[in-house]
């Protein structure tokens, strides 16, 4: 079945310091990849996406190229903030089941 | 565009009791689907409505249950409450062709005593 296994937490950074928070995944097929976070209390918002090989997806910052050959999603920002302070999640959709499968979370601190 | 609501935030059921959440997607999204989020088993799948039809089920027990309006509002259902159904209830809402990313609200929270 499908699985995405994330690094474990937390991760302490002091602010500006560089991010990388790795992810690999196994599917079947090719699915599309996500990186999700969530703040305290709040449900789960889309960070950014890729949809297939050597695809990079971007957003406020952060970055994630689609890597096939070592089914990778890594998620990078070269100077992180205390307000990114938040838990990341990685996942996959299975494009059969409409379904996306997460990896455990990954804790971000980042101290001023 | 307004985004996902759920209702209510938050719901305190004693075991045995059932529960019904309730999901509003985001204007002119057709598929709405439910995860269940707890510190031990993390963020888990259980199903996907789209067009008023069931089209995905996750590994849950019979006691969860969905449905789909026509305006594509989703409910969903537990019976016969258990401790460990204690969990975060997210939505997510998703256009459902061609595009598949999907859209979380805020969840419900849901104690059973």
């Known amino acids: 079945g499908n699985s995405v296994t994330q690094m474990e937490g937390p991760v302490t950074l002091s602010e500006e310091a560089f991010l990388t928070i790795n992810c690999t995944y196994t599917?079947?097929?090719?699915?599309?990849l996500f990186w999700y976070v969530q703040y305290p209390g709040e449900g789960l918002q889309l960070l950014l996406k890729?949809?297939?090989?050597?695809d990079k997806g971007s957003n406020k910052g952060f970055e994630a190229t689609y890597r096939k050959e070592t089914t990778s999603f890594h998620l990078e920002k070269g100077s992180v903030q205390v307000s990114d302070s938040a838990v990341y999640f990685c996942a996959l959709m299975d494009m059969g089941r409409r379904a996306l499968t997460f990896g455990s979370g990954t804790r971000l601190q980042v101290q001023p | 565009k307004a985004g996902v609501t759920q209702t209510p935030r938050y719901l305190i059921k004693t075991r045995g009791q059932q529960v019904t959440l309730s999901c509003s997607p985001i204007?002119?999204?057709?598929?709405v689907s439910w995860y269940q989020q707890t510190p031990g088993q993390g963020l888990q799948f259980l199903f996907e409505y789209f067009s008023e039809t069931q089209r995905n089920k996750g590994n849950f027990p019979g006691r969860f249950s969905g449905r789909q309006f026509s305006n594509s509002r989703s409910e969903m259902n537990v019976s016969t409450l258990e401790l460990g159904d204690s969990a975060l209830y997210l939505c997510?809402?998703?256009?459902?062709?061609?595009?598949?990313?999907?859209?979380f609200g805020p969840g419900t929270r849901l104690t059973v005593t």
């Open positions: 890729a949809t297939k090989a050597d």
């Open positions: 599917a079947t097929g090719y699915p599309s």
């Open positions: 204007s002119g999204h057709r598929s």
């Open positions: 997510a809402s998703s256009p459902g062709t061609v595009a598949y990313e999907q859209y």
